[in-house]
Nanobody, 114 residues
Framework: ARVAESGGGLVQEGGSLRLTCTTS???????????MGWYRQTPGNDRELVAS???????NYADSVKGRFTISKDNVRRKVFLQMDNLKPEDTAVYYC??????WGQGTQVTVSS
């Protein structure tokens, strides 16, 4: 199975980005039956959970992004999305997609300028 993140970039404070996690080689039952998550990491810090979505569609968010970020998924296309609005400089990080616990992508850089 392979996981690839895209959609990162440089944006001004208050702007928006939409991250996409594209998967391949994952059977549908594994995709639909497991939790998916977006994490982020800054230099010298541990990777932290930003948002997750469970098989039934329930979502969970870090307090720092509640009301600004939205996680969703497309089971047919086996993709996971992270809509990020009202971005802040402290959101600057490398964002990683986690699929079914064991699969990780290489990350995509998000930089928010003030």
């Amino acid at each position: 199975a392979r996981v690839a993140e895209s959609g990162g970039g440089l944006v001004q404070e208050g702007g928006s980005l939409r991250l996409t996690c594209t998967t391949s080689g994952i059977i549908l039952s594994s995709f639909t039956g497991n939790t998916m998550g977006w994490y982020r990491q800054t230099p010298g810090n541990d990777r932290e959970l930003v948002a997750s979505i469970i098989p039934g569609g329930g979502t969970n968010y870090a307090d720092s992004v509640k009301g600004r970020f939205t996680i969703s998924k497309d089971n047919v296309r086996r993709k996971v999305f992270l809509q990020m609005d009202n971005l802040k400089p402290e959101d600057t990080a490398v964002y990683y997609c986690n699929v079914a616990v064991q699969y990780w992508g290489q990350g995509t850089q998000v930089t928010v300028s003030s």
